[in-house]
């Protein structure tokens, strides 16, 4: 798919007569893929991620992608940042290269709108809000690009896919973004691209729907992660030699981002403390995520709950060892499955709290490490609300779970867990976390902190198992480690 791109951007002259199509007949080159971005822009996936590091030549790939199919008239793409005063950058890139490809080409500002000689556009977006999602309601773009996608809640990106659909016969829909780890969806692109499978390796999803007949259809949607750097982009390292020390001179979790690429350290992360190193599961040494082991029975046992129905709930189980230790041992997360079984990013299960209930009494009832064990529980303190009819709270203790009320203070709650997270002299946390709890060990180091409020952590993010684990560690409260933690281990893309 790059090459026929290439030789169409070959034929984009700084003037000269077009064609019936739109495209001029000859040109000299004005834009030549590199390698990666070669890579980025062959791919067929409905979904590709391009990117992982600065300086990949991201931005300018997705601008120079969107002119792909703007020889047929009624093309139409849409590109977005998250706040329009970050679009300029992009559209200082399309003022360079589109006038030049297109001499008859317009770029009207007040609707942030480039239309081609064919009559085909591309169109400048953001999303500062979710709500703004609905200025997209009832469009239709052909192509859609997100810029800095870990910028975007996933309720803001899923909600596009229903507008990427074809405004006439001939052309191909399909969405391309660019990302640097952290930001507020660094979480679930993480999980979504990164995670999924390896660089380069289509990830396939199959979708199931009924159509207005009653027959079953059956589709599958396929997505992919292109990783780049700096080191990919020769132009930019000829034009700034200095720029790989650049970065290289930022602070630790800044350079391994943005410099490698590194999606477990980055600029904004609450909870730089966290650590999780297979090689150290079964000792515990230098790592929060362990083993699962026997509890022993005159351990304390508790059960902390964030209640959730549009969002997820998250109910974890905690072990409290004779040192006051916190041994997070199980848990339950109400997260909205999709049609192949995995979950859907921050969408709630929508669970009658009955039902929840009478899950969370099958779990203590079965697992080994709670069977017959007294609980004591802990709660969000919004569950006993005002509103009219039963509270959550009352319906869960109508079939004997009584929560007590956490404590609410999100700075202290918050400063509890970094003194959790903290390693002690010989290398062991206040907390550890058995390696089947997966939602916690996937959503505690994605956080990031609140632009507003930079000493909590930005409630749009997935927080519902850090809020209840912050309700436990408020009801089991320990000084700071004194001991300074261990230095973290360095991180090279060539290991």
Request: some cysteine; proline content about 8%; glycine content about 10%.
């Amino acid at each position: 798919m790059a090459k026929p791109f290439r030789r169409k951007l070959k034929k984009y002259p700084a003037g000269g007569r077009s064609s019936a199509g739109g495209l001029p007949r000859q040109a000299a080159v004005i834009w030549t893929p590199q390698p990666r971005q070669r890579a980025f822009m062959a791919r067929r996936e409905w979904e590709a991620l391009y990117g992982g590091a600065a300086g990949g030549g991201k931005s300018e790939a997705l601008v120079m992608e969107a002119l792909r199919q703007v020889h047929i008239p009624h093309y139409k793409a849409l590109i977005l940042r998250k706040t329009f005063p970050e679009l300029r950058e992009l559209i200082d890139k399309t003022q360079r290269y589109y006038p030049r490809a297109f001499p008859k080409a317009g770029y009207h500002s007040g609707t942030h709108t480039w239309t081609f000689p064919s009559g085909a556009r591309v169109v400048f977006g953001a999303m500062q809000h979710p709500r703004d999602r609905t200025k997209y309601q009832g469009q239709a773009y052909d192509f859609i690009a997100f810029d800095e996608l870990t910028h975007f809640t996933w309720e803001e990106y899923s909600y596009l896919f229903s507008r990427c659909r074809p405004n006439g016969p001939g052309t191909r829909c399909y969405i391309r973004s660019t990302a640097n780890p952290g930001g507020i969806g660094h979480g679930w692109v993480k999980e979504r691209f990164i995670t999924a499978a390896p660089p380069m390796t289509p990830i396939r999803e199959e979708v199931s729907w009924r159509d207005a007949g009653g027959a079953l259809r059956q589709a599958v949607r396929s997505r992919v992660f292109v990783p780049a750097s700096v080191f990919d982009n020769a132009a930019l390292l000829q034009n700034d030699p200095g720029y790989a020390a650049s970065l290289a001179s930022l602070p630790e979790a800044e350079r391994n981002a943005l410099l490698y690429g590194d999606w477990d350290s980055f600029s904004g992360q609450v909870f730089t403390e966290w650590r999780n190193d297979p090689e150290h599961y079964a000792d515990g040494l230098g790592t929060h995520v362990i083993d699962p082991f026997p509890v022993p029975a005159d351990w304390a046992i508790w059960c902390s709950l964030d209640w959730g129905y549009t969002r997820p709930f998250s109910v974890g189980w905690y072990a409290v060892d004779h040192d006051r230790r916190l041994y997070r041992i199980r848990e339950y997360y109400g997260v909205r499955a999709s049609e192949d079984g995995t979950p859907c990013p921050d969408q709630g299960a929508r669970l009658d709290p009955s039902a929840a209930a009478e899950q969370i009494r099958r779990i203590e009832a079965d697992d080994p490490n709670l069977r017959g064990k007294t609980v004591h529980r802990v709660g969000d303190p919004a569950i006993w609300g005002s509103q009219t009819g039963e509270s959550v709270g009352d319906m869960l203790a109508r079939r004997g779970l009584y929560f007590e009320r956490g404590e609410h203070s999100r700075r202290d709650g918050k400063m509890q867990v970094h003194y959790r997270l903290r390693f002690d002299g010989e290398g062991r946390p206040g907390l550890y976390v058995f390696k089947g709890c997966r939602n916690l060990i996937r959503t505690l180091p994605a956080l990031v902190y609140d632009a507003s409020d930079p000493e909590d952590v930005d409630t749009r993010g997935e927080d519902h198992a850090y809020d209840e684990l912050r309700y436990v560690c408020m009801k089991n409260p320990i000084a700071p480690a004194r001991s300074a933690p261990p230095a973290p281990q360095g991180w090279s893309p060539l290991e």
